[in-house]
């Protein structure tokens, strides 16, 4: 069992950068793959970024792709999502989630544990 517990999100203009955390506790994060989604009102959870155990390989959606980075301090048992260059659509509760497999998962059914999220907005 892990608890993951976000923060940093908040209201940011466009163009700006916000920095989301997400504390584990319970288990290592080592332990697992990592991930973020995001979700807007009325929309499905989407996935934005996700990073294997070691951080050594990350990957993220085309629509944030080269605008966000995923980092993970598996010592501090924490994993961050750097937002640049932010746009309005970037606007959802955002989340963070942990998997147990070795792979890149993109997929919100293939994770196991979830954050309560966390609301970034971005005014145009």
């Known amino acids: 069992q892990v608890l993951l517990v976000e923060s940093g999100g908040g209201l940011v203009q466009a163009g700006g950068s916000l920095r989301l955390s997400c504390a584990a506790s319970?288990?290592?994060?080592?332990?697992?793959?990592m991930g973020w989604f995001r979700q807007a009102p009325g929309k499905e959870r989407e996935f934005v970024a996700a990073?294997?155990?070691?951080?050594?390989?990350?990957y993220f959606a085309d629509s944030v792709r080269g605008r966000f980075t995923i980092s993970r301090d598996n010592a501090k048992n924490t994993v961050a999502l750097q937002m640049n260059s932010l746009k309005p659509e970037d606007t959802a509760v955002y989340y963070c989630a942990a998997h147990q497999f070795l792979a890149i998962l993109t997929m919100p059914s293939d994770y196991v544990y979830w954050g309560q999220g966390t609301q970034v907005t971005v005014s145009s």
């Open positions: 319970g288990r290592t994060v080592n332990n697992y793959g």
């Open positions: 990073i294997t155990r070691s951080g050594t390989t990350t």
